[in-house]
């Protein structure tokens, strides 16, 4: 049973108050409203903003957010068209043309976010019309079925797996090999996503996870908060008063950024040397963020080290912590990242590590006396078992016998403990033989699952 719960912190600025309005009158979890809120918030956050992560990489406000329930029980619709309830409030436009709910292909995606295409563009000048500027397309892909898209991600001429990443990072996207190529120049994409626990676990795809398809997700484990059995009012006044507020943030931080990137093009107009930075509005850190960052990018070094295969899913934790970040701040007007921001991004990210830790089954430590009474053999076979999860999730072999030993102390222990550490694992490692190598070369490698499994009655 998952139990635990974000950082107040979380709730902070207007999305946070949003949350509060709307929580006692939903059955969602409300850091599944939360999570939802700010992937759609971003998506209507202009797409030239960007945050210098460090001096070469330049991010989109973008957040990608995945709530992972039980059917039904998880409630992870409600919280999702809690969210959109209230972005209809914000811009019923922006909801009702820029929300992508299915997708099929990578292509189909590049299609429904493309530039106009070469004849599209000389018929309009044919006709005298204006041609508008290229990219910069803004959607929230809305997946509410993510399973199947795990499914659509792999195999022969698969491309959306690909196709995915590429627009996290904000890159231009093309088909280029058809007869008439198609091409989205730096679409603006969010995401939220629906799985369940039992379909995450059955799909999940080795190739996707070394190549850094879920690393590219803030993981969410939510679940139904109450029954209610009668509507229950909210403050509708001030919901409409802070949904007004937010539409009026995000059209003064947008105007502000337009008339800043306008001024920027046109001083580098004749620039040949120009590197691009002129098309791009930097959102910034307050001094007081500056140095709070600098301890939570400590913290976040050190995590590292926990588990390697918890790596695969949250190798991207700075960029996400200042998308969000970005998102808070842009959301409250402002054009600085400050400490409160930054604390409630790293907050949200703290409690996407517990939720995918939970989901991948690495908060379980092996008990005291569970499957043995010496607590050493059990932390050496946890310690084996996370070598062998990692190197099956990159797809490479497994562990010799003396790659074994050295986990668990090397020329300190019996050949018979090492029999003992691998007997712990049990029919979750296979024993073959190292490719090229001779008849003594015994290479373990994991057979067992890569996360926790569950059914719609739990773990």
Known sequence: MFEDKPDEAVY??????????????????????????????????????????????RHPVTAWTMLVGLTSRGRKGSATNAALKTGRKVSRTFVENN????????????????????????????????????????????????????????????????TLREAWDGETLAVPTRNNPIKATRPHLSAVAHVTPGEF???????????????????????????????????????????????????????????????????????????????????ERTPEAKELWRDICATLEQQKAMSPILDSFTGRQRPHIMRTAATYAIADGRTEINEVDLAAAYELFEYSLKSIRYVIGEDEDIPEGGYSANAKLNEDAKNV???????????????????????????KVSATYIDEVLNVLG?????????????????????????????????
């Not at 949350?19 to 030239?48: F, N, R, Y």
């Not at 018929?123 to 997946?143: D, F, K, T, V, W």
Request: hydrophobic share 40%.
């Open 201 to 283: 676990s059955d799909r999940l795809n080795l190739t996707e996870l070394a190549g850094g398809s879920y690393n590219r997700w803030m993981f969410f484990y939510v679940q139904q908060t109450k029954v209610l059995a009668d509507d229950v009012p909210i403050d509708e006044a001030k919901y409409a008063a802070l949904c007004a507020k937010l539409r009026n943030n995000l059209a003064d931080v947008g105007m502000k950024a337009q008339t800043v990137v306008e001024a920027q093009k046109a001083a580098c107009a004749d620039d040949e040397n120009d590197d691009g930075e002129a098309d791009f509005f930097l959102i």
């Open 427 to 459: 029919d979750n490692i296979s024993r073959g033989q190292k490719p090229g190598a001779g008849r003594s070369a015994v290479l373990y490698s994991w057979t067992g699952p890569l996360v926790r499994e569950m059914t719609e009655e739990g773990v």
């Open 99 to 162: 929300v992508l709910r299915s997708l099929a292909s990578g292509e189909g995606l590049i299609e429904a976010i493309a530039d106009l295409s070469p004849k599209e563009i000389r018929e309009m000048e044919e006709a005298g019309q204006a041609i508008p500027e290229q990219g910069g397309q803004s959607r929230l892909l809305y997946l509410s079925e993510y399973g199947k898209i795990m499914g659509k991600s792999v195999g022969p001429g698969a491309t959306l797996g690909t």
């Open 385 to 411: 078992a996370a070598a062998l999860k990692q190197r099956a999730a990159n797809l490479k072999d497994g562990l010799t016998r003396t790659e074994v030993r050295a986990i668990c102390g090397g020329n």
């Open 12 to 57: 902070t600025g207007i999305l946070g108050e949003i949350v509060k309005i709307l929580e006692p009158s939903e059955e969602a979890d409300p850091i599944g409203i939360l999570a939802s809120l700010i992937s759609l918030t971003s998506a209507m956050v202009h797409p030239d903003i960007r945050i210098p992560i460090s001096r070469s990489e």
